[in-house]
């Protein structure tokens, strides 16, 4: 039997501690892709595993990629999101008063990384141009959310397209960022007609832009 206790100090300030941050561990996986973790029957797919239905608008892309450790080791037990507007630049599920975004497009993914070779991939839809709270348009961009064993707060950052350099060089996100140079660490390399790789560099050389949002 449990009893209250009576003898705290009546100001819990300093008592009380703060918990440390907890890392990332398989958990994740069991939980956010039951399929990829061998648990089937929870649900049909994983959720995110589609980023579209058929029949939505736009340039169908391919984008794949790999989280590497700052030796330039791919980090096997990755655990990747993207968040994006469809190809008009609406975001599924918010009013905007720009127009109805596309129904046929979720605007989210998740994919694992495969345990071998910490290679994910998605299959999208290149994004339009989103407003910046300026007003001024954003260059077409997919937001990614990353995290894995060893990140203890999941990690946030933006892939820019390489065929897209007159809205690039307008974009306010990217003008932002210093030095300039680093802002190459967001933008993907085309390797075929809609096909496109984005590695993430956790440290080391040519580490990844993070953003703190």
């Not at 649900?43 to 608008?57: C, H, I, K, S, T």
Request: overall charge negative; some cysteine.
């Amino acid at each position: 039997m449990s009893r209250l206790r009576h003898d705290l100090p009546n100001d819990l300030n300093g008592y009380f501690k703060e918990t440390p941050s907890q890392t990332a561990g398989p958990y994740v996986h069991i939980g956010l892709t039951p399929n990829f973790s061998g648990i089937e029957g929870v649900y049909p797919e994983d959720l995110g595993r589609a980023v579209f239905d058929p029949g939505a608008q736009g340039e169908r892309v391919t984008i794949r990629g790999c989280v590497r450790d700052g030796a330039g080791t791919p980090v096997r037990d990755a655990l990747v999101e993207i968040w994006q507007a469809d190809a008009a630049g609406l975001h599924a599920g918010i009013g905007e008063p720009r127009g109805v975004a596309d129904g046929a497009f979720g605007g989210f993914g998740r994919a694992a990384a495969d345990g071998d070779t910490g290679e994910w991939m998605f299959e999208t839809l290149r994004p339009g141009r989103v407003p910046f709270k300026d007003g001024r348009l954003m260059a077409p961009h997919i937001t990614f959310w990353i995290v894995a064993r060893g990140i203890n707060i999941g990690l946030h950052t933006r892939m820019y397209f390489p065929d897209e350099a007159s809205a690039n060089a307008e974009d306010p996100v990217l003008a932002r960022i210093d030095p300039p140079a680093r802002a190459e660490t967001l933008i993907a390399a085309q390797e075929g007609p809609g096909v496109y790789r984005f590695d993430i560099r956790l440290q080391g050389e040519r580490e990844t832009v993070f953003f703190d949002i």
